[in-house]
């Protein structure tokens, strides 16, 4: 993946089309060794484009410019319904030759517009879940997940989620340390799985979330051990119920799901950074054999460990 094209439209959402820059025009960095992409933003109409935020963006480049594009990437914009048509044109033809395509926030309405979402799964901000799967009743609407991606065809919640998913994108196609390495630049974590809830109903104090962390990290460092509500109860000094809970509460899932999440996540990077046999990956990472990391990781990743370390193993 080497070209990048952001697609604007008139009133862009200011912190979407941020996000998507912040990953994506990052200059290279030595110490980083960054890969560097030829990015470029377009609009149907080159000139000035007006925001809701007080400010406006002078955009110089028309679609022509995205019609190579390996990434094509959405902003979503205040006014989410009504693409241009040659916005959906563009977007056909992207998909036609197989570019990744990633619609963040509202900008899957322009998906629905292009005709993509037929069979498709996808998400949106959970405002406009409803709103989605009514005008467009042959996509699989998820509104209970941070990201999602759909054969070539990445989607994503509102806000921050921009970031998960392009962070996603970039493990995907240079693997966990590139991704890692662009997390730590932009001070945001490495990885949230898609699967975790973008809306929690219950608001979270500060001080409960602040409390919940160090038993995050200390179940990081600790995958290999036994994990049982119990235990992880004990380090929080709540019962088993109230523990469950809480955590659910605080961060849209239970226990065992984000520590599965965890062990996958851990064994993708030795999977990639090791050549260590698959069960010696198993025990490290918690999942006890390899015919359980098998199992866990092919329903999570859709390949086995083994086909992964092919694809993603980094070289020596």
């Not at 965890?262 to 025990?283: F, G, K, M, N, Y």
Request: proline share 6%.
């Amino acid at each position: 993946m080497q070209k990048v094209a952001v697609v604007v439209q008139e009133q862009p959402e200011p912190f979407g089309l941020g996000a998507l820059c912040e990953v994506w025009s990052e200059p290279y960095h030595p110490e980083d060794d960054n890969p560097v992409f030829d990015f470029r933003v377009v609009t149907p109409r080159p000139g000035r484009l007006r925001t809701r935020a007080g400010f406006d963006l002078v955009v110089d480049l028309g679609l022509e410019a995205a019609a190579d594009a390996d990434l094509l990437c959405l902003a979503p914009k205040s006014h989410h319904r009504g693409s241009d048509p040659a916005v959906s044109e563009l977007l056909r033809d992207a998909h036609e030759r197989g570019a990744l395509i990633f619609a963040h926030c509202s900008a899957t309405f322009m998906l629905g517009e292009a005709g993509l979402l037929d069979g498709r799964r996808c998400t949106t901000h959970w405002r406009y879940a409803a709103e989605l799967a009514e005008a467009y009743p042959g996509a699989v609407v998820d509104r209970d997940v941070l990201y999602v991606q759909d054969g070539n065809v990445v989607t994503g919640a509102g806000s921050a989620a921009a970031l998960d998913a392009a962070l996603h994108v970039m493990r995907q196609q240079f693997g966990a340390k590139v991704a890692a390495t662009t997390a730590r630049r932009m001070v945001v974590p490495p990885h949230r799985d898609g699967g975790q809830a973008q809306f929690i109903e219950r608001p979270v104090p500060v001080c409960e979330s602040e409390a919940l962390a160090p038993l995050l990290a200390w179940i990081s460092a600790h995958l290999a051990e036994e994990l049982d509500v119990e235990t992880l109860a004990r380090q929080m000094h709540m019962s088993a119920r109230t523990f469950a809970r809480r955590f659910k509460e605080e961060t849209g899932t239970t226990p065992y799901s984000w520590i599965l999440g965890e062990r996958v996540r851990a064994a993708q990077e030795l999977l990639e950074q090791t050549d260590h046999p698959i069960d010696w990956v198993a025990s490290e990472v918690g999942f006890g054999n390899a015919a359980t990391l098998r199992h866990h990781f092919g329903r999570s990743r859709g390949v086995s460990p083994q086909e992964y370390r092919r694809s993603f193993k980094t070289p020596a």
